[in-house]
Nanobody, 111 residues
Framework: VQLVESGGGLAQVGGSLSLSCAASGPITEMFAMGWYRQVPGKQRELVAAITSSGFTQYLDSVKDRFTISRDNAKNTIYLQMNSLKTEDTAIYFC??????WGQGTQVTVSS
């Protein structure tokens, strides 16, 4: 199953962006779906994850600003990012299990 992200781009501090990750087929329920991000020189970090039952988990620094959701009928997950900060600038990757990654989408937050 391929994962394709969309929706990245440029936003100003305090602004919002919404990311989507569409799977080419049914998403395996063995693993949660997640959004990770990475900046050059740093390790990729988990931003948010959601299980098939809807349980969610967030990186502390994005709690109350980001919301992950999923539409099982569309094999798609979303990440709504509000109150963006410059430190949210990164490439955001969709993930479903240890070996299934999307190609990434750039998010840049400028002041």
């Amino acid at each position: 199953v391929q994962l394709v992200e969309s929706g990245g781009g440029l936003a100003q501090v305090g602004g919002s962006l919404s990311l989507s990750c569409a799977a080419s087929g049914p998403i395996t329920e063995m693993f949660a779906m997640g959004w990770y991000r990475q900046v050059p020189g740093k390790q990729r970090e988990l931003v948010a994850a959601i299980t098939s039952s809807g349980f969610t988990q967030y990186l502390d620094s994005v709690k109350d600003r980001f919301t992950i959701s999923r539409d099982n009928a569309k094999n798609t997950i979303y990440l709504q990012m509000n109150s963006l900060k410059t430190e949210d600038t990164a490439i955001y990757f969709c993930n479903n299990g240890p070996n299934n990654w999307g190609q990434g989408t750039q998010v840049t937050v400028s002041s």
